[in-house]
């Protein structure tokens, strides 16, 4: 864990751990690393690797889009997934897995039906929402799911 005042951040590009101060989480900062903005307002596409990375190594709520390119409510979803993205970040980072990519992460999780919402935090899954959602939906389930106590 950081220390209160700070946060540890996994940059959406190059998946390195960076440190960033509470009060400078909202003015855009840049990756120490590969120097490219940590938020972008839009969903990191993670693989197994990153994943982890994300789910181990950041101190945000992770949202996950678990998808299929074929999947036509996935595709319906997916501009509202994004403009989720802008409005959450950076309280949250929003990530999608492509499960026919990704198919030992969508197993590791039992992924049954897509698309399928799954907020993770500090490590593990705490909240699972099978089905499309609009965007103000998509806000509304995660502020309840991270406000709801565990
Ligand atoms: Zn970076």
């Known amino acids: ?3 209160p005042d700070t946060l540890h951040l996994v940059c959406p590009h190059c998946h390195t751990t960076n440190r960033v ?3 400078h989480l909202s003015s855009a900062p840049d990756c120490g690393k590969c120097h490219q903005p940590l938020f972008t307002g839009q969903p990191v596409a993670l693989d197994a690797a990153s994943f982890d990375r994300h789910l181990s190594r950041s101190d945000l709520p992770l949202l996950v889009d678990f998808w ?3 999947c036509g409510p996935c595709r319906m979803m997916a501009p509202a997934f994004e403009a989720a993205a802008a409005q959450l970040e950076p309280q949250l ?3 999608k897995v ?3 990519d990704e198919q030992a992460l969508a197993a590791r999780y039992q992924i049954r ?3 399928t919402l799954a ?3 500090q490590g ?4 699972r929402q099978p089905g499309a959602m609009g965007q103000a939906d998509i806000v509304r389930w995660t502020r309840a799911a991270l406000a709801r106590p565990r």
């Open 68 to 70: 299929a390119p074929w």
């Open 21 to 23: 101060a509470l009060q």
């Open 98 to 100: 492509n499960t026919e």
């Open 93 to 95: 980072r929003l990530a």
């Open 113 to 115: 039906s897509i698309p």
């Open 1 to 3: 864990m950081s220390s």
């Open 119 to 121: 907020l993770f935090w």
């Open 124 to 127: 593990r899954e705490i909240a």
